[in-house]
């Protein structure tokens, strides 16, 4: 049997294979108004369509803990009910595929308020929806980027209650799977590097006070997270600096600390945090990055970057290089990508009824 199409458990939860799709932002969601940052029509029809193809666990993009949290004003938010009934329509959906519904909970920090990408993805103001940025110390991300607020303690401690509130909520609308968003150079990442952290107080430093923000947001969630339901973390596992970033020996150490906190997978990627970077971008190049993860520590791991072949994928899962393959852009391009690849590994792959000509 192909491996890629085992299933594969986490607690109490079940995945029907190992594909799965990443977050990925659509900025489709409204800035203003009763609706603002509740899932729409398009976000209903974009993560369906992906379910009907046979995806097994979809991570439903990077959802703002809070307004100000949103990496832009159109991004989807999970701090208020309206927001919450919005979702469970989408996640009932998801169900009845037989796909794992999650949602990727986030605070964008320092990299918030910006425009959609298909604008330039410049920071805006609050003459088009935006706001002041905050992060752990006043460094802006670019060139041409706001000077952030630096959160004071009690700040910090406002953001990790609005993770707690955030699960809560994910939960009431039907997700199976939280994971916390500790990547891409938004709020968390930004804490975990040198490079964007300059704190001299218990939240700086050392690495032990750098990761301290990520693991109380990380203990809040699990309190609220039921039991019988995983939890993953997403990584940059480099900052790709050559010097005072986060490293790859920094993630296989934190991989250990998240999974004694209760953190059961580790979804791997990389960058994202500092701006005038080389990253050597090709097929598969952040699989090794997961893969060393897996082989040096006992925490799950899922791998993600430039995953496009079947064969590819297979190999990734069969080599134990990784559990499970995120596919994004891929997954974009073709939605049924799943049902493809089982047709050509020999995979079992739910079919809706009403697509059974397909098969």
């Not at 832009?72 to 329509?89: K, Y």
Request: a negative charge.
């Amino acid at each position: 049997m192909s491996a890629l199409f085992e299933p594969y458990a986490l607690r109490e939860v079940t995945i029907p294979n190992r594909v799965w799709m990443p977050p990925m932002c659509q900025y489709s969601a409204a800035p203003e108004g009763p609706d603002t940052g509740a899932p729409n029509d398009w976000h209903f029809a974009h993560y369906g369509a992906r379910a009907a193809g046979g995806t097994g666990l979809i991570v439903v993009e990077a959802t703002g803990v809070s307004p100000e949290g949103r990496i832009s004003p159109w991004d989807l938010g999970i701090w208020n009910d309206t927001q919450v009934e919005a979702f469970r329509r989408i996640t009932r959906f998801l169900v009845s595929q037989g796909t794992v519904p999650a949602i990727q909970l986030a605070h964008a920090g320092r990299k918030a308020s910006t425009d959609r990408p298909w604008k330039g993805g410049a920071p805006v103001g609050p003459d088009s929806y935006g706001w002041q940025p905050v992060a752990p110390s006043a460094i802006p991300f670019a060139d041409g980027h706001p000077v952030p607020t630096e959160l004071t303690v009690d700040g910090i401690r406002e953001v990790v209650g609005q993770f707690t509130d955030a699960a809560r909520r994910a939960l009431a609308a039907g997700f199976e799977i939280a994971e916390i968003h500790g990547a891409h150079g938004y709020l968390i990442n930004e804490f975990l590097s040198p490079h964007s952290n300059h704190r001299t107080d218990e939240y700086g430093g050392s690495y032990e006070n750098r990761t301290r923000f990520a693991l109380q947001v990380v203990d809040a969630v699990r309190a609220v997270w039921p039991q019988d339901k995983p939890l993953f973390f997403r990584i940059s596992a480099t900052d790709w600096l050559e010097k005072d970033g986060w490293t790859a020996d920094d993630t296989v150490r934190f991989a250990a600390d998240l999974k004694a906190h209760g953190i059961d997978l580790l979804d791997v990627s990389t960058g994202g945090n500092a701006s005038s970077v080389h990253i050597p971008v090709g097929p598969g190049y952040q699989v090794p990055f997961a893969a060393r993860v897996k082989a040096e520590t006992s925490l799950p791991v899922a791998a993600v970057g430039l995953i496009t072949e079947a064969e590819q994928a297979e190999k990734i899962v069969a080599n134990d290089e990784a559990d499970a393959v995120l596919l994004g852009r891929e997954l974009l391009r073709n939605p049924s990508w799943a049902r493809h690849a089982g047709r050509e590994l020999g995979g079992d792959v739910h079919v809706p009824d009403q697509y059974h000509r397909s098969v």
